[in-house]
Nanobody, 128 residues
């Protein structure tokens, strides 16, 4: 059974940092590109960042560049999102997702519908 379990969300002040995690089980993690998305109340789901299966390719949404850092640990089957200089506009539920790449491709993925598996999300609240 495939499981993606986010953790580490919480309530912080503007300017603070937070690292959220995603523990993955039930699939060959090293064969999957991974991504983070977020959804604020009343808004559409938004792409945050994606990392290729070996971590060699990374892409961020423009509004997150320089503030967020995506990383992965293929041994521990973990995905991370380090969020610095948080703003109230970053308040959302953050979701991790897995997109099958196979043993050769090093793709990243920005399209939510292309992902195969999703976690349940972790809430991040940033107060001014």
């Amino acid at each position: 059974q495939v499981q993606l379990a986010e953790s580490g969300g919480g309530s912080v002040q503007a300017g603070d940092s937070l690292r959220i995690s995603c523990a993955v089980s039930g699939l060959p993690f090293a064969f999957y590109a991974m991504g983070w998305f977020r959804q604020a109340l009343g808004k559409d789901r938004e792409f945050v960042a994606s990392i290729s299966r070996s971590g060699t390719s990374i892409i961020y949404a423009d509004s997150m560049k320089g503030r967020f850092t995506i990383s992965r640990d293929n041994v521990q089957k973990m995905l991370y999102l380090q969020m610095d200089t948080l703003k109230p506009g970053d308040t959302a539920i953050y979701y991790c997702a897995a997109d099958y790449s196979g043993p050769l491709r090093q793709n990243v993925q920005v399209v939510a519908d292309e992902y195969d598996y999703w976690g349940q999300g972790t809430q991040v609240v940033v107060s001014s």
